[in-house]
């Protein structure tokens, strides 16, 4: 069998970095490129660069990636599957609830693989933590934090940072328990004068009475990328940005001395810094998808959980325009 053959729909910010992992992706070739304002940041590779959608399946894909603004996620991923090519659609999965269903509708009636691009999932940090906690480290698990705060991105316009970063956090927090999410309450902001909000708080709960709370914005001039995890033995702290996971065991040895108990607490544990493989998390992300269209086992993110994100997403932006908490 030969290589499959792969296109790529949007060359902006993060479509650049798509097009450099699947052009050197094994298993695949990367034979086009559609963008309506062409190779502005000079990826193509000397790849054909085209102005519709159309004339990008002329080229008999087997799958594509969609790296285009979230509203257009709809209209480009039903093309994507009314031609029969299988898909993996940069995240938020669509712009609302109705158009994420009719994706996950339109795929599943084409019998397609279809994909989100949740990257937190394949970060080694929270992928090192995932797997500790199934393995009973943590014990039961009774809160997970987030911070994800960094300056404002001029590059995003038609979403807030709730559908642009939170979802991150969203589908990271209930993929790493294992759990879904049962109710948000939410307070916004809105700082930069623009359409949407760009400052969110949010305190959820998962099956099992887990806690959640994100702490989300664009107004930082401190970029940070931290999800704690709270269980019965200790704590994991993951630094998505770093790629590192530390573990804070619960106080075994008494503090005697009075002066350190007093900003340490009257026990303290070890504190463990793991080392592990760190491949990057945007390569094993296309990694997956590739088996998962060759019908190997693979991890990714379905339609379905990319849908999932978006239902507790606009259950935050409800909670946060009307003031109550939100039952899901």
């Known amino acids: 069998m030969g290589n499959l053959r792969a296109g790529l729909i949007g060359i902006g910010m993060m479509g650049r970095h798509h097009a450099r992992v699947l052009g050197s992706l094994e298993g695949v070739d990367l034979v086009g490129i559609m963008d309506p304002g062409g190779d502005k940041f000079n990826v193509a590779g000397g790849r054909p660069v085209f102005d519709t959608v159309e ?6 894909l087997d799958y594509c990636m969609v790296a285009v603004p979230t509203a257009l996620h709809l209209e480009v991923g039903l093309k994507l599957a009314e031609a029969g090519v299988h898909a993996i659609i940069e995240k938020p999965l669509a712009v609302d609830v109705v158009s994420s269903n009719q994706l996950v509708d339109a795929f599943a009636k084409a019998s397609l693989v279809g994909a989100v691009g949740h990257i937190e999932r394949y970060n080694p940090a929270l992928q090192q933590a995932r797997r500790r906690i199934a393995e009973g480290q943590l014990g039961r698990v009774i809160q997970v934090a987030t911070r994800r ?14 559908k642009d970063l939170a979802t991150h956090d969203i589908d990271l927090t209930a993929w790493v328990v294992q759990s879904r999410y049962e109710q948000v309450a939410a307070n916004a902001n809105n700082l930069s004068g623009r359409q949407y909000e760009d400052l969110i708080s949010v305190t959820g709960r998962l099956e099992g009475g887990i806690v959640a709370n994100h702490l989300v914005n664009w107004l930082s001039p401190l970029k940070e990328r931290v999800t704690i995890i709270t269980g019965e033995t200790g704590t994991f702290v993951a630094d998505t940005l770093t790629a590192d996971l530390t573990y804070y065991v619960n106080g075994t040895v008494k503090s005697t001395w009075s002066d350190i108990a007093h900003f340490r607490g009257v026990s303290e544990g070890d504190v463990v810094r793991y080392a592990f493989p760190k491949p990057e998390p945007l390569l094993r992300e296309h990694e997956n998808f590739r088996d998962a269209v060759l019908g190997k086992d693979a991890d990714i993110v379905t339609l379905e959980q990319g849908l999932n994100t978006v239902r507790v997403a606009e259950a935050v932006i409800e909670s946060a325009t009307t003031g109550e908490t939100v039952t899901l």
Do not use: H, M, S, T
């Open 149 to 162: 705060q960094g300056p404002f991105p001029a590059r995003i316009a038609d979403v807030g940072v709730v």
């Open 55 to 60: 004339q990008l399946l002329e080229l008999k």
